[in-house]
């Protein structure tokens, strides 16, 4: 097995491609080691010292470090724990686990404008941020501000503003004029 890495644009983060579906479908996260209990792979992973997050895409596990550790030290146990994992044949989601599209459920009468949004997001927004190692999943919409939650790579990363005001604020309000400001939620 020949597990590639790559470089995100968040330096404590790092993107590991091991050449195999991790999730079927949808995106895990697991921002601190408590969430980790529906996951073996991720409970590997946070065994190994200074993991402080993991993300789950279709082809890829992003992994974010703690402040003061250095990649050089990391990566190698990293390697070998995915490794590990994926030759022991146990899930990499325990079973039940639902894979949801990752967006908040929005009823009322924004309803059109919503689905307008989550459809931008999944269409135009999505599989860029995934070639990151993040995802960013819809949260809310409230007079005319859509809310985000950003995950892997993106939660924590220099450039999200920049992102978030600059690109994904303007592609929404290009296409959906009630859109006026775009905001990270935790």
């Known amino acids: 097995m020949f597990i590639q890495t790559e470089s995100t644009p968040n330096p404590a983060t790092l993107k590991f491609l091991p050449g195999q579906t991790v999730l079927e479908m949808g995106t895990a996260d697991f ?5 980790a209990s529906a996951s073996p792979l991720a409970t590997r992973l946070f065994a190994v010292e200074g993991v402080t997050g993991v993300f789950f895409g279709t082809d890829f596990v992003t992994i974010t470090k703690a402040d003061g550790i250095e990649w050089d030290h ?5 390697l070998g724990a995915i490794m590990e994992h994926f030759q022991s044949g146990q899930p990499v989601m325990e079973t039940g686990h639902d894979h ?3 967006h908040a459920e929005h009823t009322g009468e924004d309803g059109a ?6 459809e931008l ?3 135009r927004v999505r ?6 190692g993040g ?3 819809f949260h809310g919409f409230e007079r005319g501000v859509v809310y985000l939650h950003m995950q892997g790579a993106c939660a ?4 999200s503003t920049l992102t978030l005001k600059m690109g994904i604020e303007n592609l929404l309000r290009h296409y959906i004029p009630e859109v006026t400001e775009v905001r990270p939620v935790a």
């Open 135 to 137: 995802d960013i999943t």
């Open 113 to 118: 404008i919503v689905g307008q949004i989550k």
């Open 100 to 102: 949801a599209s990752g």
């Open 74 to 78: 990391l990566k190698p146990a990293l």
């Open 156 to 159: 924590g990363c220099p450039s």
């Open 31 to 35: 921002p601190a080691p408590e969430a």
């Open 127 to 132: 599989p860029a941020v995934a070639q990151d």
């Open 121 to 123: 997001l999944d269409s």
